[in-house]
């Protein structure tokens, strides 16, 4: 696995896990979440890395945890 992959890979583990936090996931359910997710990650980039559907699909969803991130870090409550 290249170091880009790894690197990346951890703050998307970090916003899926805080994603399942929030639809009701608690305790230690969150700590076997990550690493199923970090397995599961890491097996699917093994199989499917180099096809150009996994590729856009993990960019699309990284994009799409940074936007829900600063998303949250900027929105004011009224």
């Avoid at 970090?14 to 936090?21: D, H, T």
């Avoid at 230690?28 to 690493?35: D, G, R």
């Avoid at 990650?41 to 990284?62: C, H, R």
């Amino acid at each position: 696995m290249e170091a880009l992959t790894v690197i990346a890979s951890v703050p998307a583990i970090v916003a899926l896990v805080n994603l399942g936090k929030r639809l009701g996931l608690k305790g230690e359910a969150q700590l076997v979440a990550a690493v199923v997710l970090g397995i599961a990650i890491n097996v699917a980039n093994f199989y499917l890395g180099a096809t150009p559907v996994y590729q856009v699909a993990v960019s699309g969803l990284m994009l799409g945890l940074a936007a829900a991130g600063l998303y949250d870090v900027t929105h004011l409550e009224a």
